[in-house]
């Protein structure tokens, strides 16, 4: 019999959580040799094997197809692959890791609320500054869907940042940016405040199912689906 492939967390803010839903889910899941090893297995299912990835691996994974189900943030899927939809379905919404990617600007731009005030500040930026608008982001793909296709924003430039981007408008890097919050505070400690109709995605953890065609006539696929949403 084949074997299916389960990615989950192997460390950071999502590891503790995807493992106690597969344990309710009756899926319990045990290292395979000692507990730093990167290969799991789940109790009583020899046909199961788990590989533990960092979250955006896990999309990359996904998305390539060398895993069946993935346990990662709905942003990093949707950041990370080209055509998502076409690539995976969310098989379920586990409901933690939640985190929206918003788009902030600075709290004194008090003429700017929503996304048509920022292309006016857009259209201008040049005129007014001899440089296009800069946003700070690591997640290209959504700032650029969010911006050039869903509101025809066209003049702006972005500007990678690794970390700490919601530091990078007082820094001088870039005037404004897109990132992830979840409470609030780091947007909040920087001065930066999210427009209106500013956030482009709500993202949570997700069990994530890699679109295969021998899928379909698998009843494991099924079964493991429905005790995951089962233990929600
Ligand atoms: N406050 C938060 N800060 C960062 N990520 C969060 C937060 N809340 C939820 N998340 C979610 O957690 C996921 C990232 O988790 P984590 O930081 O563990 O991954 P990762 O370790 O960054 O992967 P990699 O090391 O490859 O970058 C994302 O899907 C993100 O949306
Ligand atoms: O809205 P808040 O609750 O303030 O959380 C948002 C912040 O948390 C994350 O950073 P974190 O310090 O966790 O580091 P990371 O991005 O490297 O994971 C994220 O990148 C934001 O900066």
Not at 101 to 109: K, L, M, S, Y
Not at 114 to 143: C, E, N, P, S
Not at 174 to 181: E, H, K
Not at 206 to 228: M, P, Y
């Amino acid at each position: 019999m084949s074997i299916i492939t389960i990615a989950l967390p192997s460390k950071g803010r999502m590891k503790e959580d995807a493992s106690a839903i597969f344990e309710r889910a009756g899926l319990p899941i045990v290292a395979v040799g000692n507990e730093r090893s990167y290969r799991g297995k789940v109790e009583g299912h020899d046909d199961i094997e788990i590989a533990f990835l960092s979250a955006s691996e896990i999309a990359r994974e996904i998305g390539a197809g060398t895993v069946d189900f993935g346990v990662t943030g709905e942003d990093l899927i949707r950041e990370g692959l080209i055509d998502a939809d076409a690539k995976m379905e969310i098989a379920a919404r586990l409901g933690f890791g939640h985190a929206d990617v918003v788009v902030a600007v600075p709290e004194i731009w008090l003429d700017v609320d929503t996304m048509a005030d920022l292309g006016d500040v857009a259209a201008d930026f040049r005129a007014r500054h001899g440089r296009r608008l800069q946003i700070a982001t690591k997640y290209w793909r959504l700032t650029q869907q969010h911006f050039s296709s869903q509101h025809g924003i066209q003049l702006y430039r972005i500007v990678e940042s690794l970390g700490a981007t919601e530091g990078a408008p007082a820094a001088g890097q870039a005037d404004i940016i897109v990132d992830i919050t979840s409470t609030g505070s780091t947007l909040k400690a920087n001065h930066l405040k999210i427009l209106s109709d500013g956030v482009i995605l709500k993202s949570e953890a997700c069990l994530v199912r890699a679109r295969k065609s021998e899928h379909e006539t698998d009843a494991r696929v099924k079964k493991i689906v429905e005790a995951v949403r089962s233990a929600l």
